[in-house]
C-alpha cells in the first residue's frame, strides 16, 4: 500500500506539474504568512539540479500530501494563514475573506487540482447532465454572463401590449449566489461528504485527498491580519480559505 501511494503521489507531484504550478504564480503573487513570496522564492527551484528538485519533492512537498504537515510547534500556523480582507463591490457590500496559505501548500493543492480536473470533471458531467457550466474564473462572471445575454436577445416587452395581453412572453434571467459560501461552509459537512465519497459517486478524488485536506480543514488554523507595523492573529475554523487553490474543488 506504501510503494502503491508513493506511486501515485509521483503522478501528483511530477517534476513536470510542480514546474507549470511555480510558473503560474506572478511577480504580484501575495506573501505567505511566513513572508515568503512565491514568484522570489520558488522559481530558484526550476533551476536546480534534477537530484535537488527530487529531494524537493521528496522531503517538502510529499510529506505535505500525506497529511504530515510540518510538526506540532507550526501546525496551527500552517493551517492558518496571512488574512486579506477584500472589498466586495459596491452593489453587494462587505468584505471576502482571503487566506493566503504557506507557497507549499498552494503548490501541492494546484498539483491536486490538475491531476483530478478529468475525474471531478466526468463526475459532476455525469451527476448533473443538463447542468452547463460558463464564465469559469471570472470576476462577476454570472452577472457579465447575464448581460451578454440581455444584449443577445435585445430589447424585452417589460409589460403585455394593450392590444394583445396574450402575446407577452417575455424570457427571464435569474441569478443565485450562495452569500458567503467559502468562509461559511461547514467544515464537518464537508468531511462527511468527502468519507461518504470514498466509496461512491467521486471515491478517486475524495480517497486521494483526504489525508491532504485534513491537515488543514481538520482543525482551527491561526489567521494573521497585518495593519501597519501591527500584525493581529485569530483563529479560524470554518469555510475554505478563498486563497487554497482547492477551495473551489472542495
Given at each position: 500500500?506504501?510503494?502503491e501511494?508513493t506511486?501515485?503521489?509521483d503522478?501528483?507531484?511530477s ?16 506573501p505567505d504568512?511566513?513572508?515568503w ?9 526550476l533551476?536546480?539540479?534534477?537530484s ?8 517538502i ?7 504530515y504537515?510540518?510538526g ?7 493551517r ?21 496559505g504557506?507557497?507549499?501548500?498552494r ?6 487540482c490538475?491531476?483530478?480536473r478529468?475525474p ?6 455525469a451527476s448533473?447532465p443538463?447542468?452547463?457550466q ?9 452577472l457579465?454572463?447575464?448581460?451578454t ?7 424585452q ?6 392590444e394583445d ?6 424570457i ?7 452569500k ?6 461547514s467544515?464537518?459537512?464537508l ?7 470514498s466509496d461512491?459517486?467521486?471515491p ?14 481538520g ?5 494573521f491580519l497585518?495593519?501597519?507595523?501591527d500584525?493581529?492573529?485569530f483563529?479560524?475554523s470554518?469555510?475554505?480559505s478563498?486563497?487554497d ?5 472542495l
Open positions: 500500500q506504501v510503494e501511494h506511486t501515485f503521489l503522478k501528483v507531484l517534476e513536470r506539474n510542480i514546474a507549470k504550478a511555480i510558473r503560474r504564480f506572478t511577480a504580484s503573487a501575495a504568512q511566513f513572508g513570496r512565491p514568484f522570489q522564492h520558488l522559481r530558484s527551484v533551476r536546480l539540479k534534477e535537488h528538485r527530487k529531494k524537493f519533492i521528496d522531503h512537498l510529499k510529506p505535505i500530501a500525506l497529511g504537515n510540518s506540532a510547534f507550526l501546525e496551527d500556523y500552517t492558518g494563514g496571512r488574512f486579506i480582507p477584500a472589498a466586495k463591490s459596491v452593489e453587494k457590500g462587505g468584505i471576502r475573506p482571503i487566506v493566503i504557506d507557497i507549499e501548500r503548490i501541492v493543492s494546484s498539483a491536486f490538475k491531476f483530478y478529468n471531478l470533471e466526468l463526475h459532476f458531467t448533473h443538463t447542468v452547463l460558463f464564465c469559469v474564473g471570472l470576476e462577476e462572471g454570472a457579465k454572463f447575464c448581460k445575454i440581455q444584449c443577445l436577445l435585445g430589447p416587452l417589460e409589460e403585455p401590449s394593450p395581453p396574450n402575446s407577452w412572453d417575455p427571464v434571467l435569474i441569478t443565485v449566489d450562495g458567503n459560501a467559502f468562509n461559511e461552509i467544515r464537518q459537512k468531511f462527511e461528504v468527502l468519507l461518504s465519497n461512491r459517486r467521486c478517486e478524488f475524495s480517497q486521494g485527498i483526504l489525508p491532504y485536506v485534513s491537515q488543514y480543514y482543525q482551527a488554523g491561526k489567521l497585518k495593519q501597519g507595523v500584525c493581529k492573529a483563529w479560524g470554518s469555510g475554505v478563498q486563497g487553490p482547492l477551495a473551489m474543488a
